[in-house]
T-cell receptor, first 114, second 114 residues
């Protein structure tokens, strides 16, 4: 059974803190993604990675960075958290081969920045 | 500029009736169109896809129709069940030259009333 796990379901942080969100997949997928979901704005891509140590900016990368040191793990970093980064963060993975359009999502991390 | 548009933020139907969710797109270079389903506090899950060379794909109660001349696709759920109540995202995959990212609509919240 395919699985994407995220380190926390709920997180509360203070403004200015450095925040790490971790994502692990067990499907040996090359592609991994970080999205945020906000009411009325759908899913917005923050960053994605198509290989270890490779990354590309998505649609809203400002204020975020990522790290992919191992194939199965993709981390999202908020360098200095701000209240406008309060959101649901979703990690996903996919394979570039057959059914490459099928992304597998983790359960999400609800981050609140106060 | 939204390349994939879901113009109805919400939809309400009676149990047993048909649910029709709509999606419009602007880019003729998409090669696959997808529907994902999302329950609250969970990540989206892949529901059904359609290739740009097809006009219909069916999977149980779910059928997706593609009208390329109108750049329009729709998801039909027949019969609708209360467990179908969720947010449905339409997404599109660019052609194989850039097959890692999906382009997402904003979602339609479906409520199925018993």
């Amino acid at each position: 059974d395919v699985k994407v796990t995220q380190s926390s379901r709920y997180l509360v942080k203070r403004t200015g803190e450095k925040v790490f969100l971790e994502c692990v997949q067990d499907m040996d997928h090359e592609n991994m993604f970080w999205y945020r979901q906000d009411p009325g704005l759908g899913l917005r891509l923050i960053y994605f990675s198509y290989d270890v140590k490779m990354k590309e900016k998505g649609d809203i990368p400002e204020g975020y960075s990522v790290s992919r040191e191992k194939k199965e793990r993709f981390s999202l970093i908020l360098e200095s958290a701000s209240t406008n980064q309060t959101s649901m963060y979703l990690c996903a993975s996919s394979s570039p081969g057959y059914r490459y359009y099928e992304q597998y999502f983790g359960p999400g991390t609800r981050l609140t920045v106060t | 500029d939204q390349q994939v548009k879901q113009n109805s933020p919400s939809l309400s139907v009676q149990e047993g009736r048909i649910s029709i969710l709509n999606c419009d797109y602007t880019n003729s270079m998409f090669d696959y169109f997808l529907w994902y389903k999302k329950y609250p506090a969970e990540g989206p899950t892949f529901l059904i896809s359609i290739s740009s060379i097809k006009d219909k794909n069916e999977d149980g109660r779910f059928t997706v129709f593609l009208n390329k001349s109108a750049k329009h696709l729709s998801l039909h759920i027949v019969p609708s069940q209360p467990g179908d109540s969720a947010v449905y995202f339409c997404a599109a995959s660019p052609n194989a030259g850039n097959n890692r990212k999906l382009i997402w609509g904003l979602g339609t919240s479906l409520g199925v009333n018993p």
